[in-house]
């Protein structure tokens, strides 16, 4: 499958020719993904944050 290459400035026209709507699913859809990854981020580092306290010997909970 051949993959497309545009540039910054085309990709701004293209999101600007893009009807109000179809954008508002594109952002609802970029910040689902967002907020994944910004559990998974949390996620990790609250278990490295629980693994520095046991190694100093602190109940985290």
Do not use: C, H, N, Y
């Amino acid at each position: 499958m051949k993959q497309a290459t545009l540039t910054e400035e085309e990709w701004e026209q293209l999101w600007q020719s893009l009807p109000r709507e179809f954008k508002r699913r594109l952002i609802a859809q970029f910040e689902l993904e967002l907020a994944q990854e910004r559990r998974l981020r949390q996620q990790a580092f609250s278990q490295r944050l629980r693994t520095f306290a046991r190694d100093k010997g602190v109940d985290w909970d």
